[in-house]
T-cell receptor, first 116, second 114 residues
Framework: EAQVTQNPRYLITVTGKKLTVTCSQNMNHEYMSWYRQDPGLGLRQIYYSMNVEVTDKGDVPEGYKVSRKEKRNFPLILESPSPNQTSLYFC???????????????FGPGTRLTVL | AQSVAQPEDQVNVAEGNPLTVKCTYSVSGNPYLFWYVQYPNRGLQFLLKYITGDNLVKGSYGFEAEFNKSQTSFHLKKPSALVSDSALYFCAVRALNRDDKIIFGKGTRLHILP
């Protein structure tokens, strides 16, 4: 089944404790992205990747890191989480997203993160 | 800078009536426009997109959207609402240029009343 998976689905942690949220897609998609969803603010893009070893900042990158060493994986790293990073996080992938080749995104089920 | 506005936080429609969820955008150059739906405790699902061509775009679950360049709008519509259409709807835009960021609206919660 074609899908985007995220782990963990739920995470409660404490301020300053490094964490990683994994994201994997099995559709051979070039483009992957991370979003956070907050009430009243909708979806905001954190980082995106056009292909392996290519990443770029979205609108709210502060406090986050990503890497794209393999095509299928795009982990989100919080080196020192803070309470303002409590949110619902979504990973998404798309066949391509460059120039005129614009395809829809497939979203993972979400990771609800609480930072105490 | 590109932006998307969904002017209504919530829309209530009686079952069987037509529904419209509004979206306006601002972007330099030609826009790529998308609608996504989010059901409770789920990720977003793609409904439809406008890239080029016909201004009326048909998508999943009987939804359609009309691209209006002069009004910079991309409203989502359905002729006859179902209770199962109740969900959170997001409009998104990306400009055709070297910046590949995509901007999402804040979302509109659609309530279909039985």
């Amino acid at each position: 089944e074609a899908q985007v998976t995220q782990n963990p689905r739920y995470l409660i942690t404490v301020t300053g404790k490094k964490l990683t949220v994994t994201c994997s897609q099995n559709m051979n998609h070039e483009y992957m992205s991370w979003y956070r969803q907050d009430p009243g603010l909708g979806l905001r893009q954190i980082y995106y990747s056009m292909n392996v070893e290519v990443t770029d900042k979205g609108d709210v990158p502060e406090g986050y890191k990503v890497s794209r060493k393999e095509k299928r994986n795009f982990p989100l790293i919080l080196e020192s989480p803070s309470p303002n990073q409590t949110s619902l996080y979504f990973c998404a992938s798309s066949l391509s997203y460059s120039g005129s080749r614009v395809n829809e995104q497939f979203f993972g089920p979400g990771t609800r993160l609480t930072v105490l | 800078a590109q932006s998307v506005a969904q002017p209504e936080d919530q829309v209530n429609v009686a079952e069987g009536n037509p529904l419209t969820v509004k979206c306006t955008y601002s972007v330099s150059g030609n826009p790529y426009l998308f609608w996504y739906v989010q059901y409770p405790n789920r990720g977003l699902q793609f409904l439809l997109k406008y890239i080029t061509g016909d201004n009326l775009v048909k998508g999943s679950y009987g939804f359609e959207a009309e691209f209006n360049k002069s009004q910079t709008s991309f409203h989502l519509k359905k002729p006859s609402a179902l209770v199962s259409d109740s969900a959170l709807y997001f409009c998104a835009v990306r400009a055709l240029n070297r910046d590949d960021k995509i901007i999402f609206g804040k979302g509109t919660r659609l309530h279909i009343l039985p």
